[in-house]
């Protein structure tokens, strides 16, 4: 199996920094396009921000110049990088991932984390 592990959430002042990661493990070859999604309360989940394995990024508008994503191939994990933080980035950030568990199927499985807080108060 794989897991996703998401850290580094938390209660923050607007205008400030925070940096989220995102672990992965388990029967792993290699992994594919890693996203952020975040969750706020009674909205739908939305995407972030993907990169693919190459490091092509997207940014949502709603971030754009605030939040970057980045990854570490080597460590298998993925990063969200968060500067001027508005009350309205409070939501549930969740990693999610495309891995390939096996070289001889080559099969694509997606995965999720668990989800990390993160409050910014006003």
């Known amino acids: 199996q794989v897991q996703l592990v998401e850290s580094g959430g938390g209660l923050v002042q607007a205008g400030g920094s925070l940096r989220l990661s995102c672990a992965a493990s388990?029967?792993?070859?290699?992994?594919?396009?890693m996203r952020w999604y975040r969750q706020a309360p009674g909205k739908q989940r939305e995407l972030v921000a993907p990169?693919?394995?190459?490091?092509?990024?997207n940014i949502a508008d709603s971030v754009k110049g605030r939040f970057t994503i980045s990854r570490d191939n080597a460590k298998n994990t993925v990063y969200l990088q968060m500067a001027s933080l508005k009350p309205e980035d409070t939501a549930v950030y969740y990693c999610?991932?495309?891995?390939?568990?096996?070289?001889?199927?080559?099969?694509?499985?997606?995965?999720w984390g668990q989800g990390t807080q993160v409050t910014v108060s006003s």
């Open positions: 388990g029967s792993i070859f290699s992994i594919n396009a």
């Open positions: 990169i693919t394995s190459g490091g092509n990024t």
């Open positions: 999610n991932a495309d891995v390939v568990r096996s070289r001889w199927s080559g099969l694509e499985y997606n995965y």
